[in-house]
């Protein structure tokens, strides 16, 4: 998990304003994952990439938007559509073709006020 | 569906009892699950995984069976320590890849 980074940990901004979240992995996988996190709720999965130039829609999909145009790095923006921005994010990825691991960044906390 | 349901959701143990939890999952499952680890502030750490094609796993003081019958899986954590004190998640895989997580269990050691 050393090799995947987010930055910065801790993210205030103003309601109304985008924000972009920052995944980096130097661990050559495959597969990311963006997970938002709140107290009780586990981790309930946003956006994956199974591979570049190619992300499908998760659980909790509406108010967020992704890319993928390079293997190491899924960015995830936090649009003024999201109801409810204010959450811990965490990254994670997986080399993927039948290996499951995914191992995750240290998250984003975000704070929207 | 995906859907993955862990119980209990709070568990105090005595430092140096056994821990149990359990998750139970829905049909469409796959052949594989993950427990994962946190600690308050970071990020969750695999701790240990097994594929359908077994029945039980162990890594030291952590042991993980699956029952596939019943569709439920089960992390035992034995001589518990404090530094075990943390949140657990369980997961189970799913179409595309996809893990379904748990909500959590918080396991406090007492010492």
């Known amino acids: 998990d050393g090799g995947i980074t987010q930055s910065p940990k801790y993210l205030f901004r103003k309601e109304g304003q985008n924000v972009t979240l920052s995944c980096e992995q130097n661990?050559?996988?495959?597969?990311m994952y963006w997970y938002r996190q709140d107290p009780g709720q586990g981790l309930r999965l946003i956006y994956y990439?199974?591979?570049?130039?190619?992300?499908q829609k998760g659980d909790i999909a509406e108010g967020y938007s992704v890319s993928r145009e390079k293997k190491e790095s899924f960015p995830l923006t936090v649009t003024s559509a999201q109801k409810n921005p204010t959450a811990f994010y965490l990254c994670?990825?997986?080399?993927?073709?039948?290996?499951?691991?995914?191992?995750f960044g240290p998250g984003t906390r975000l704070t929207v006020t | 569906g995906e859907n993955v349901e862990q119980h209990p959701s709070t568990l105090s143990v005595q430092e140096g009892d056994s821990a149990v939890i359990k998750c139970t999952y829905s049909?469409?499952?796959?052949?594989?699950f993950p427990w994962y680890k946190q600690e308050l502030g970071k990020r969750p750490q695999l701790i240990i995984d097994?594929?359908?094609?077994?029945g039980e796993k162990k890594d030291q003081r952590i042991a993980v069976t699956l029952n596939k019958t019943a569709k439920h899986f089960s992390l035992h954590i034995t001589e518990t320590q404090p530094e075990d004190s943390a949140v657990y998640f369980c997961?189970?895989?799913?179409?595309?890849?996809?893990?379904?997580f748990g909500k959590g269990n918080q396991v406090v050691v007492i010492p």
């Open positions: 997961a189970a895989l799913y179409g595309n890849n996809r893990l379904a």
């Open positions: 990439s199974q591979i570049v130039n190619d992300f």
């Open positions: 049909d469409s499952a796959s052949n594989y």
């Open positions: 994670a990825s997986s080399a993927g073709a039948g290996s499951y691991e995914q191992y």
């Open positions: 097994i594929r359908s094609n077994v």
């Open positions: 661990l050559n996988h495959d597969a």
